[in-house]
């Protein structure tokens, strides 16, 4: 098994998966892409404080409102266009949609359906998580090896800046076409709108 968020979005990744191994089952996990835009931005700005504001990368042309789509902080979520470039090496079949959103709300529900993609026993079950009120997300009752509770480190669940929600509406309506491609390509509706 192996993790690499970028795989999705590489070009090359697909037909160098499938010349490897054809059969192997595929994993996307996704997120309302612009908060997705918003995450990366956020994770970029810890490591650089003086990049420019979010809203400034997100135009080519602020007066025109036409958006950056060479940002790679917003051409990552065009899931419809990365999904094309993998259905010429695999059936649709071979890729679960996990929900980033689902994740959050329900991890054991999302879980189960990973387990079942992957023909394993149903282990991972409601009863492994609680929800950490500090952390504000899910966290593991025992971490694995241990008898104590365990949440993901400090880089999984920053607080988001404030972005101007026209911003965010202009964003909304940019993503919009592409989530409902997507929708109808997974047979999934994410509720992203
Ligand atoms: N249980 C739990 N605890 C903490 N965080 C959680 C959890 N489940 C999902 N998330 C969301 O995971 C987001 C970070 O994952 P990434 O996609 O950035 O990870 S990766 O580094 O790309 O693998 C992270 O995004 P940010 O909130 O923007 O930090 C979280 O929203």
């Not at 956020?42 to 789509?69: A, H, M, V, Y």
């Not at 980033?100 to 992957?118: C, K, N, T, W, Y």
């Not at 104590?148 to 999984?156: A, E, V």
Request: net charge positive; glycine share 8%; with cysteine.
């Amino acid at each position: 098994m192996e993790k690499t968020p970028s795989y999705f979005v590489t070009k090359e990744a697909p037909a160098r998966i499938s010349s490897m191994s054809k059969g192997t089952k595929l994993i996307v996990v996704v997120r309302d892409p612009v908060t997705r835009a918003i995450s990366d931005y956020t994770q970029t700005l810890s490591k650089k404080p003086d990049i420019p504001t979010f809203e400034s990368l997100t135009f080519k042309n602020r007066t025109t409102g036409l958006i950056d789509t060479s940002w790679s902080a917003i051409q990552i979520g065009i899931y419809a266009k990365h999904l094309e470039n993998w259905l010429l090496y695999f059936p649709i079949g071979q890729i679960l949609f996990v929900s980033g959103e689902r994740m959050i709300s329900d991890p054991a529900g999302e879980l189960g359906r990973v387990q079942d993609f992957l023909g394993l026993k149903r282990i991972i079950t409601d009863k492994h998580f609680y929800f950490n009120k500090t952390k504000g997300f899910p966290c593991l009752k025992k971490a694995e090896g241990s008898s104590k509770p365990h949440c993901l480190g400090k880089t999984k669940g920053r607080t988001h800046p404030d972005i101007d929600q026209e911003v965010v509406q202009r964003l909304r309506d940019f993503y919009r076409p592409f989530n409902m491609k997507f929708y109808q390509m997974t047979g999934q509706d994410f509720g992203w709108d």
